[in-house]
């Protein structure tokens, strides 16, 4: 396989105890995939195993989408930037101000992480947003978000593979989308409904693809990150 430069497959590392997550990296080549450490991971094993992954050349996805007043979210990030990760993000729901003051926090550390924002929580539907006093369809509210996140600085999105088109037309092609809900042809949907195939993921204009299960629950999870990647690799201008 020709040799990637920037791999866009993030792998979830949706486990409770630190030990999985190490035993699973062994089958992983950090030339071939980004490593993600959401809230549950991280509660229990911290930095420490962030550092570790680290040591063994992956580069981390930090997702644990900050949302607090602008200056706690801002030294949260900085704290994320001095831990080395490559990417961290925040809720769009935190305003213009708390965007502002995250970038701001993460623009002159060393190793700059990329800054991502959530806007819409995918498990919310139009009666859940209405409770909350949020007009328009989940759509909308992606579609303004995702532009109120450009707005502030911040480097792209996460949203799932059937925003992506949409946030094409109205974002600048560098912004970031950062894409779950990708399953390879064949493989189990599990809890995922509304999925799409990586290569169809990246046609779309997905920056990075987010896949946990696909790899992770693989009975050799190096085939099939392997498998995916020569999916994609066609479609990439490096
Ligand atoms: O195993 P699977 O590929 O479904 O894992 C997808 C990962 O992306 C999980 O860590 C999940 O929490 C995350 N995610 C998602 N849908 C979103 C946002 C994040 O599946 N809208």
């Not at 290569?199 to 204009?205: C, L, N, S």
């Amino acid at each position: 396989m020709a040799e990637m430069t920037d791999p866009r497959v993030i792998v979830a590392l949706d486990f409770s105890e630190a030990a999985q997550a190490l035993a699973l990296v062994e089958y992983l080549d950090p030339a071939q995939c980004r490593l993600k450490v959401g809230k549950e991971l991280f509660t229990r094993s911290g930095p420490v195993l962030v550092e570790a992954l680290q040591e063994k050349g992956f580069e981390i996805f930090l997702d644990l989408k900050f949302h607090d007043i602008p200056n706690t979210v801002a030294k949260a990030c900085k704290a994320a930037a001095d831990l080395g990760v490559w990417m961290v993000n925040v809720h769009a729901m935190g305003g213009r101000k708390m965007m502002e003051a995250a970038r701001e926090a993460v623009a002159s550390t060393p190793h700059r992480p990329r800054l991502i924002a959530v806007t819409v929580l995918t498990s919310m539907g139009d009666a859940d947003l209405a409770e909350i006093g949020l007009q328009g369809s989940p759509e909308d509210n992606v579609r303004r978000l995702a532009g109120l996140a450009e707005s502030a600085g911040l480097d792209g999105v996460v949203c799932s593979p059937r925003e992506v088109d949409m946030l094409r037309n109205t974002i600048d092609r560098n912004f970031q989308l950062v894409t779950p809900g990708v399953r390879p042809v064949g493989a189990a949907l599990n809890d995922q409904t509304r999925v799409a195939t990586p290569a169809d993921a990246i046609r779309a204009g997905s920056s990075y693809l987010v896949i946990g299960r696909p790899i992770t629950q693989a009975d050799d999870p190096r085939v099939a990150l392997k498998a995916i990647n020569e999916g994609i690799l066609p479609l990439l201008s490096h």
